[in-house]
């Protein structure tokens, strides 16, 4: 079955970066949008960045200019760089996949944490 594997969280001090892997394996036909939601403590899960098969990467106004969407069709995987990192920024970070395989469906990694100190 398709799997959904993050990588690259970790605790950081404010104004630090990190980069979130995010690799898809199993039988995939086609990968469609590919993004990264987040959820923090008591809060509902929000999407952070989005990117589609081809054309512009979105973002969520919290993170525009902070964090870059990208992704390597070759080898499946989407990527986060986060830089200036905030202590808002700590969260679970989920990674998301809309993949084709017998059919189209919707798949979420197993989150990575993100915790960002004072």
């Known amino acids: 079955q398709v799997q959904l594997v993050e990588s690259g969280g970790g605790l950081v001090q404010a104004g630090g970066s990190l980069r979130l892997s995010c690799a898809a394996s199993?039988?995939?036909?086609?990968?469609?949008?590919m993004a990264w939601y987040r959820q923090a403590p008591g809060k509902q899960r929000e999407l952070v960045a989005t990117i589609p098969a081809g054309g512009r990467a979105n973002y969520a106004d919290s993170v525009k200019g902070r964090f870059t969407i990208s992704r390597d069709n070759a080898k499946n995987t989407v990527y986060l760089q986060m830089n200036s990192l905030k202590p808002e920024d700590t969260a679970v970070y989920y990674c998301n996949a809309d993949i084709t395989i017998y059919y189209r469906s919707e798949y979420w990694g197993q989150g990575t944490q993100v915790t960002v100190s004072s």
């Open positions: 199993g039988p995939i036909v086609s990968i469609n949008a």
